[in-house]
């Protein structure tokens, strides 16, 4: 490894560094992430640094967010080349701090947000976005950045942490990220390494398919039957579907025909034993 | 009223004071209370005053830590009285946000602390920690004071406290003010003004049996003894014993005779409708 980008192991190391950049009147962003890093999250950190002078990425595997059944042991780990890609984009900081340094053993505080995580994900992995409101919690408050950058790839992720900002009054501006694409359309993603060559060939039908639907809904087609539709399309590929919705785009509650407020496409399919998720904004009808 | 002390109604304003304060070089300190003060508050003012330049008063009666049959509508409230002697203690500010400005309408989170909070009062008021928890997170992370002071009055709040901050990583060290007490021993409470005139005079004996069972226990007498006895008198006295306990003073952890750990004796205990809890700590034996 070089040495340009600190690696930092422990909450005290964290802030220093961000008390000494404050010091200086440097505006910090923070980028929290799983490591297996891909384009995707470097794309979070060049807009980061857009609305920051110092940029911290965490890579942290949080385990409270994996239920038992879960890949949480599977997860892609590889700190040395997460943190070679950091460099590239000129990150500040790593922050990679050990699973003792977050859980210390009598761990025992739970932070929950209702509504928004209920459905969808919540439903499929109800530990979830506990695990996640918990971390964002301590990690927010171990940076305390100005800003904090997450992907939309994660969009009721990012809906339930902008939620938990507000309702519990964090200091932070949360910045969202767009999904970025491979080249075939499939988001990227850290688990897309765990899909084999047939399954790799396939994957790119789920962006195609919700881009479709966002095509059809925007043209004023029906909703359950677009739905319908593209469910069908889906098993068709192969994919077993664990939901495809249309949902109100700020709190997800489902969308209501005909559609007058913002809605969003989420949906989440197995392929094999992988499990993916996309999402997709639906322009208003009327907007073309 | 004077002008002297300020009252800040909303997030912003304590956020613009405590920014100024701050620029200034200023620390600190956030006295959370429910109003109804007494000298029991105003001491926990003065112990703020020194670990911080600034002392900010928080005056919320907080909804969410009563159940539907406890005396949230008839808890005291007098905010006039209550800025006068704020006033007398010289605090700096008196934050009294409205309700809807700490809960809106779509507040949807929530934070939990195991451990600590389930005994004792968690098995009384199943909801009162939850509650404790999320307005603490919430003043704390609107504030964000160096330092903020509770009272032993209420130490399984006080443990509670130091837990979620420990978990989460706030930023704050927490400072724990002594038990004030009026001359006969009883432990100064808003709820006391509730005693009829009657229950007033028996009240102090709440103390007096914890007294003598502290004095007990670190000469070494039985244990489970003690308590027995120290029940009876209360009985004899006419208080209906919520809990009467000798717990680990750190995690409340049932304390093991012979006791070697620094233990605390804890009652909660009804004269007529009115719940008074108290606390003391227990000399360690042959520390005397």
Do not use: C
């Amino acid at each position: 490894m070089n040495t340009k980008l600190p690696v930092l192991r422990h909450t005290v190391e964290l802030r220093h560094a961000v008390q000494q950049w404050r010091r200086q009147g440097q505006k910090i962003a923070l980028v929290p992430t799983m490591g297996g890093l891909h384009d995707g999250h470097l794309s979070l950190v060049r807009l980061a640094k857009q609305h920051a002078n110092r940029v911290i990425v965490s890579v942290f595997v949080n385990p409270t967010q994996f239920a038992p059944h879960e890949d949480f042991d599977a997860y892609p780990r590889n700190e040395e080349r997460d943190w070679h890609k950091l460099g590239t984009v000129e990150a500040d900081a790593m922050y990679a701090p050990d699973v003792h340094e977050i859980y210390p053993r009598d761990f025992a505080t739970r932070v929950d947000v209702a509504g928004v995580a209920q459905p969808l994900e919540g439903i499929s992995r109800p530990h979830f976005f506990s695990g996640v409101a918990t971390v964002v919690t301590k990690l927010f408050l171990q940076a305390l950045p100005d800003v904090a950058v997450f992907g939309e790839k994660d969009y009721q992720q990012l809906l339930v942490v902008k939620k938990l900002v507000r309702d519990l009054n964090f200091p932070v501006t949360i910045v969202p990220g767009p999904i970025m694409r491979e080249p075939d359309g499939l988001a990227m993603s850290s688990r897309n390494v765990y899909l084999d060559a047939q399954d790799r060939v396939t994957a790119p039908h789920l962006y195609g398919v919700l881009q479709d639907m966002a095509g059809d809904l925007a043209a004023g087609r029906e909703m359950d039957e677009t739905v319908k539709k593209g469910l069908a399309r889906l098993e068709k590929h192969g994919f077993r579907v664990d939901y495809l919705e249309v949902r109100d785009a700020e709190n997800l509650t489902p969308a209501v025909y005909p559609l007058w407020k913002p809605v969003r496409l989420l949906a989440a399919a197995y392929l094999g034993k992988v499990r993916l998720i996309d999402n997709m904004a639906v322009p208003s009808p009327g907007a073309h």
